[in-house]
Structures are given as C-alpha cells and as structure tokens.
C-alpha cells in the first residue's frame, strides 16, 4: 500500500502518473478453445510430486479478456467490466491439457507498479500483453500453469469505479474466477463471448499489499474455484488500516487511495469518490456500515481457500494486527495454512529470502491447484525470521505454549517507573501532559525526565524472552478532556544488530540478479538481488499501538470522558514475534498525540495513570525473567512538567505501490 499523505506533502506521487484512458482503446486476441479429445492422465507438466518446465515461455498464448462483474460501480447504466490479461502454456493447450491459474489482482499495474523495480505491465500494438510485472508467469506458465493479470474495477483498462477494498473491488475479481469457472461472462475488446474452457477452474491468487487485500476480500466470499491463496503483507480490515482504534490515520485517506490508482476520467467517478468522503465517518472515526463492508474478518467463516500468509514483523504501512487477526479466525474455522514471518518491514519476501520462497510458492501451488503430493502440509506451519538472518520453524503461532503474562508497573523513582518485579500499590498516581513527541523523543534516553511522556523499564533479563502474539496495555486512567489518543510502545534497550525497517523497509538492491524462470526480449525473468539492511543500535522499538479513549468502549460509538472520572481502558499493541535477548532492558513508553503515524485533533489533554491498577499484558513463551531494577523505589511519581511542544515530522516513507 502507498502510505498516507501527511499534510505537508502533496496529495498524488509524481512517479505514480495515472492515465484516464477508456476500455475500448486496448484491443485483444481471442482466447483460443482447447481442442476436442481426451487430455493425457498425466501431463507432461508433472513429474512424480513436482511440476516442471516443459512448456516454452516465449511462445505462450498472450490474451486479454473483460470480464463482466455483478456491478455497476460508476452509475452508466452497463455492468462494469474487468480487464484479465492472460499468459498460458500453447502446446498445454494443443494437447487438450487444461492448466490451473494463479491471479494477481492489482491497482497498480498502471499507475505504481509492483516488486521491487516497479515493473508495469506493457503491450505490444495490437494491444496484446508482452510483459506482465513479477516473476509469477515466468516461472509457472513454462510448469503448466496460467497467469492472470487482472486490473482492478476502476483502474488500467478496467471500468467501474475503484471503491477501495469495497464491494465492487471484491466482486470484479471475484468474477475472474467466476469466468474461470464458467460462471461469469467474458468478452474480446471488439465485443465477441469467450469462454475459459482451456482451464481447470482451479484458482489460486497472490498479491502484495492491496493485491493480497483482495485475495483475502474474494476468499471471503467463498467462492468456488479459488482454491488457494497467498495474501503478502495485506489488509484484513481496512477500517483497522486507516483507523488504529478510532484514531485518524491520517486525512482523506481512502479517497486519496481511489484517486491514486483510478484509470477513469474524473466525472465519471465523482459520485464514487464522494460517497468515499461521506461515508468513512472521518469526523467520528467510528466503525459504520462502510468499513462493515470493508472487513473481511466479519466473513472469515467463508474462506473454503488455504491460506499461506506471509508478512513482515516491522511493517509499519500494514500493520501485523492485519495478518494475526485473520490468522486467528482462519485458525478458529481449521482453514488449511502457513505463515512467513521476517524483520523486514512491508516487504515481499521473494526480496528477503529468494530461493526459499519461490521453493515454498512452488510446492503451494503444485499442492493446491495441481494435486501433487508435494508434503508441503506435513511441515512445520511457521517459518520465522527471529533477528537479521536467523531462521526457524515452528509447528504453529504463536508459538505453542505462548500465554498472556501479566506485568506489573511501578512508580520507580518518580521520573522513570519500573516493569515488572511487585509493581506499585493502587492509588500510587503518574501523570503526563500531552506534547505530541515524535517516536524518537518518546523512547530514547528513557531514564530522562521528558515532558509528554511515562516510561517504565525492566531490569536486565535474566533469560531470553520469547514474544509471540499481541501485547497489550490495561490501564485505569483519568483524563482532563473528554477524549484524548494514547498511545504506547513495547521497547527492547540493549545493543543488538537490528533490521533498518525504517530504511527501504530494511532491504537494499543490489548490483547482481539473478533469473527465476524464461524470459523474452520483452519480459525478463531477471531481478536484482537483495540484502537486508542492519545496524547495531542501543534500542529498537518492538510494536506500537493507539486508541481513542472515547471509544475505549466501543469501536462503533464515541462515549466522551468526564473529567474527575476513572476508566478503565485497553491500548492494543500489534503483533510480533521476536527474541529478546538476556542482559537486555525492556521497555514501555506511553505519550498521546503521535505525528509520526496519525492525526488527531484531540490534544492538550492531561492523563493520569493509576499504577496498581495497569499493567502490561506480554504474549511470551518460556520463562519470563523480567525482574524490576534492582532497588527501585516505590513512591508515588509527581505530575510531568507542563509539556514542551515538538516539531512533528514524518517517519512514513513508504514507496508507493504496495
């Protein structure tokens, strides 16, 4: 996903210059039928429980098709229709053998681009595709598979309007699968009925970011066909990705988002961008009927897909609550799964850890859409990246015998509180007057008395902490406002080699490349390579998370604070998965306003924290040594100082383009 526009910088991206061009301008080949007679028992594709490359590349069928979806998103009296630009194997098709496809439906293909070196897709001049962005069709298509590159409804030559993750955008790729099935209508670009029937109808979808929020969205649907998917850092709620707990993330977002990607002229999707501003509650930051549509949670019921979830622990764009939540309702509903986790940020992790990767989507997909008896599901369900390049597995997650650990907080000496050990006894009170810190200014030097902030910090550990799951912060708080946004943050101090998410999401490209299936003169199979980005450092912050105390009761309504009450309130954190390493200093920081990830109108507030009565609750696993300092006193803390304002600036630097 592109990140949120702050409002300093300007609302479009230069880099991603969207085009307005109308369906009709971009003709097709006809989709060929697949001759009569009885197909092999077994293809030539397969060998033993593996596919292999018999098929040529270079001479694939290369095809587009409209599709024609249930709706008609943009008001013109005609059902909007998806553009699906098609690479399959020729002599497959000669030979009477039918293929599985693997879909990845995307905003981007015109305007951003997808992977690392923002590949778009590109036509010859009959409008035929010649190249088609990632690795998927150069690999696959020569195994005996399809590729489908399909335009969302709204975008590239697909019409309709872009609803950012609403109905519309789900059931224009739904019908895809639908067509692959022979349930949906497709067309030629000159108007003439074609039909799949060169398809098994057997589906799989994969996508980074917003392609992988449709994956999720469309298995949501449980639709028939779509066998399997392979969602990459995606969103499972999107009112959780542009709201934290009924904080603004940042203005406009959503309608940002549509005019981002939109192929369509501008009148023709006023009406569409209107209802995105009307109807997103942005003054509220209320759950409503529009994100209801938008949360693929509330469906999770009707997943018939398995689901191979990959994301990174340090993605600060899609934060891990997307992926952990839908985890756990696929977990509750026994969905076949398994999940990748690394410390890049919003990352795919074809760019994290190649060979691997393309080995495991490889083994997926022969498991899933072909049949093969690959193993794939007799291994460990996680794949984890614990700290820079050390990898295990694990036979789920979180990690079996991970429980909620209560973990007191204690008053210390009065300028930095304690974690851990006895805690502070109820009524022992800290106080802090909001000052809108940057991160850097809430976590570092946390033994400094700072305005604006409460830090409580652990004694050394005296073994390795596991962390696997979702923290959280309980606190009983009074409040001189009726609403306030208070956030928090989970920190490890002690030097350690860290993973730079803040740094092209902790990845660098490099000088070499190397080649992951054929190639033509038009459509490489080449990619730099990668290596992830580190520095030793004396602290890295683990999650964050925010909440509105106005709707600590309820995502769906405000209930504004009086002033000389006392609340109980959870803060959730995200989730996470890492080691914390003996000898080190966990940490927790609490401030309210937060420029670096959200945007509120709420401040000035004062907050004050009954100690005896919050605590931090820490998903570990193992023993958990987390004694307080030693010979911490146990006083009460006297109120911060009145704040000191600091300059907001963006830490968001998140290329565009998922």
Known sequence: MPPPPRTSRPRALAACALAALLLAAAPASPVAAAPAGDAPATPAHVRGDRTVPVYSYPDAVRESVW????TDSDGDGARDRVAVDLVRPREAAAAGVRVPVIMDASPYYRCCGRGNESERKEYDADGVITKAPLFYDNYFVPRGYAFAAVDLTGTARSTGCEDVGGPAEVAGAKAVVDWLNGRARGFTADGRRVTADWSTGKVGMIGKSWDGSVANGVAATGVRGLETIVPISAISSWYDYTRFNGVLRSADYPAYLHSLVTGRPAPACSGALARLRADSAESTGDYNGFWAERDYLRSARRVRASVLVAHGVNDVNVGTSQFARWWEALAQRGVPRKLWLYQAGHEDPFDVRRAEWVDTLHRWFDRWLQGLPTGIMAEPRATLETAPGVWTTE???PTPGARPVRVALGAGDGVTGTLGGRGARPGAVAAYTDASLTEDALVTEPTVDRAGRLVFLSGPLTAPLRISGAPSVRLRVRVDRPTTELTARL???GVAERIRYDVSEGVRTLDTESC???????????????AEITAVTDHGVLTRGWL???HHRSLRLTTPLQPHRWY?????????DAVVPAGHVLGLALGQSDPDFTETADRDATVRVDLGRSALVLPAAGPVGLPAPAGAPRADAAPAPAAERSTPRDRRQVPAGG
């Open 548 to 550: 509105d105390a106005a």
């Open 395 to 397: 036979r789920d997650w």
């Open 491 to 493: 920190v490890d101090y």
């Open 516 to 530: 992951w299936g054929e190639s033509t003169a038009a459509d490489d199979a080449c990619y730099r390579d990668t």
């Open 568 to 576: 109980d309130v959870t803060v959730p954190l995200s989730a996470y």
């Open 67 to 70: 599709v024609e979806t249930p």
